[in-house]
Nanobody, 123 residues
Framework: QVQLVESGGGLVQPGGSLRLSCATSGFTFSNYVMSWYRQAPEKERELVAAITSAGDGTNYADSVKGRFTVSRNNAKNTVFLQMNSLKPEDTAVYYC????????????????WGQGTQVTVSS
């Protein structure tokens, strides 16, 4: 059974930090690009960050460049998103999924979506 379990979200003040984790099982994690997407109310799911299967290449949305860092631990089948200097506009539910390209879109996801983890940035 394929599982994608996001965690680490919560309520944080502007300028604060959070580290999200996506624990996976049921597929060959090390074969795939892993990406983080987010979805805010009344908005489409958008790419946040992506990382190659070996962890040697990344892609970020312009809105998060310099603030977010994606990483992965293939031995633990887990991908992370370190989020610093958080802004209210980062508020969304954050999801992870598997892809074939750093530039894949949400509809290119290879696995069923998990429940995501809520990030709320507010003072």
């Amino acid at each position: 059974q394929v599982q994608l379990v996001e965690s680490g979200g919560g309520l944080v003040q502007p300028g604060g930090s959070l580290r999200l984790s996506c624990a996976t099982s049921g597929f060959t994690f090390s074969n795939y690009v892993m990406s983080w997407y987010r979805q805010a109310p009344e908005k489409e799911r958008e790419l946040v960050a992506a990382i190659t299967s070996a962890g040697d290449g990344t892609n970020y949305a312009d809105s998060v460049k310099g603030r977010f860092t994606v990483s992965r631990n293939n031995a633990k089948n887990t991908v992370f998103l370190q989020m610093n200097s958080l802004k209210p506009e980062d508020t969304a539910v954050y999801y992870c999924n598997a892809y074939r390209s750093l530039w894949s879109t949400a509809e290119d996801s290879l696995l069923a979506w998990g429940q995501g983890t809520q990030v709320t940035v507010s003072s």
